[in-house]
């Protein structure tokens, strides 16, 4: 396996796909890593729905705005794409009651999960992109989420058809505070 920190360092955002399938032993490789993500009290609050087929992608396509979105043909052109859910009420609560400022902790834990697999598929050679701008509530219908979960990112998974530079990053000296802010 590379290095983490060349992991982190190399892993881009990627919208243009091979046409080639990825094969069931490196699909569950990437979902065995988001399995070991980190999560409040480990609640495990992800669920993903493995999309394959074109009819369904292209109901998640049509769910992102006509423009603005580069990441749109991403969804039809993929071979898979994970749409990663969360169970509402769940991360962040205890005996029913939010337990933080900020309510439910889901987000946080499905940002740690879908790290985990953004990183493990480029490790593997495949590409993904987080996409998080369309119609939550119609591609929720798209793929059947039931009634108390969220669809929250649609992640288009496979092999990059280029690969792109790094993007401007901020130095250290601009977001890190000694003491206080």
Same mark, same amino acid.
């Given at each position: 396996?590379?290095?983490?920190?060349?992991?982190?360092?190399?892993?881009?955002?990627?919208?243009?796909?091979?046409?080639?399938?990825?094969?069931?032993?490196?699909?569950?490789?990437?979902?065995?890593?988001?399995?070991?993500?980190?999560?409040?009290?480990?609640?495990? *609050?992800?669920?993903?729905?493995?999309?394959?087929?074109?009819?369904?992608?292209?109901?998640?396509?049509?769910?992102?705005?006509?423009?603005?979105?580069?990441?749109?043909?991403?969804?039809?052109?993929?071979?898979?794409?994970?749409?990663? *859910?969360?169970?509402?009420?769940?991360?962040?609560?205890?005996?029913?009651?939010?337990?933080?400022?900020?309510?439910?902790?889901?987000?946080?834990?499905?940002?740690?999960?879908?790290?985990?697999? *953004?990183?493990?598929?480029?490790?593997?050679?495949?590409?993904?992109?987080?996409?998080?701008?369309?119609?939550?509530?119609?591609?929720?219908?798209?793929?059947?989420?039931?009634a108390g979960y969220?669809?929250?990112?649609?992640?288009?998974?496979?092999?990059?058809a280029k690969q792109?530079?790094?993007?401007?990053?901020?130095?250290?000296?601009?977001?890190?505070?000694?003491?206080?802010?």
């Open positions: 396996m590379a290095e983490l920190f060349d992991l982190i360092q190399n892993r881009r955002s990627v919208r243009k796909y091979e046409n080639k399938q990825i094969p069931e032993n490196l699909l569950n490789q990437v979902l065995e890593a988001g399995r070991w993500a980190p999560s409040w009290h480990n609640f495990q *609050c992800w669920e993903v729905v493995v999309v394959k087929d074109q009819t369904i992608k292209k109901k998640l396509q049509d769910a992102m705005p006509p423009k603005g979105n580069p990441s749109s043909k991403a969804i039809i052109q993929a071979p898979v794409v994970l749409g990663v *859910c969360a169970k509402m009420e769940s991360s962040g609560y205890f005996k029913g009651a939010s337990t933080t400022k900020f309510g439910d902790w889901m987000m946080f834990d499905l940002g740690l999960f879908t790290q985990n697999i *953004c990183l493990t598929a480029h490790d593997l050679g495949l590409g993904t992109v987080i996409v998080g701008l369309y119609n939550h509530d119609q591609a929720k219908t798209a793929i059947d989420v039931p969220e669809l929250v990112v649609l992640i288009p998974l496979g092999y990059p792109s530079t790094a993007p401007p990053r901020k130095q250290i000296k601009e977001f890190v505070h000694e003491n206080t802010f």
